[in-house]
């Protein structure tokens, strides 16, 4: 069994940056594809932000230029650097592990609040 613990959320002004880290423990045996879903109220969830243990990413088109994901292997840490923030960023953020869907391993989600 995996766990992910998530920080690094809070409340952000406008402009500002938070960083959010994710580290899995436990029954880790393939790290290949780690990232962060978010989720805004009456909204969907959706992907923000993914890096494969070669360090190749994605990202939604509306956080490109602003976020950054990273990971630490060794750790089995993947941050989220988030700069630029804006009211519409405000969402849970769920860190995953795992590249198919149905066999993912998620966070409990931290809050990130922007305010304008």
């Known amino acids: 069994q995996v766990q992910l613990v998530e920080s690094g959320g809070g409340l952000v002004q406008a402009g500002g940056s938070l960083r959010l880290s994710c580290a899995a423990s436990?029954?880790?045996?393939?790290?290949?594809?780690m990232g962060w879903y978010r989720q805004a109220p009456g909204k969907q969830r959706e992907l923000v932000a993914a890096i494969t243990s070669g360090g190749i990413t994605n990202y939604v088109d509306s956080v490109k230029g602003r976020f950054t994901i990273s990971r630490d292997g060794g750790k089995n840490t993947v941050y989220l650097q988030m700069n630029s923030l804006n009211p519409e960023d405000t969402a849970v953020y769920y860190c995953f592990l795992g590249r198919v869907p149905a066999a993912r391993s998620w966070g409990q989600g931290t809050q990130v609040t922007v305010s304008s």
């Open positions: 436990g029954s880790i045996t393939i790290t290949n594809y």
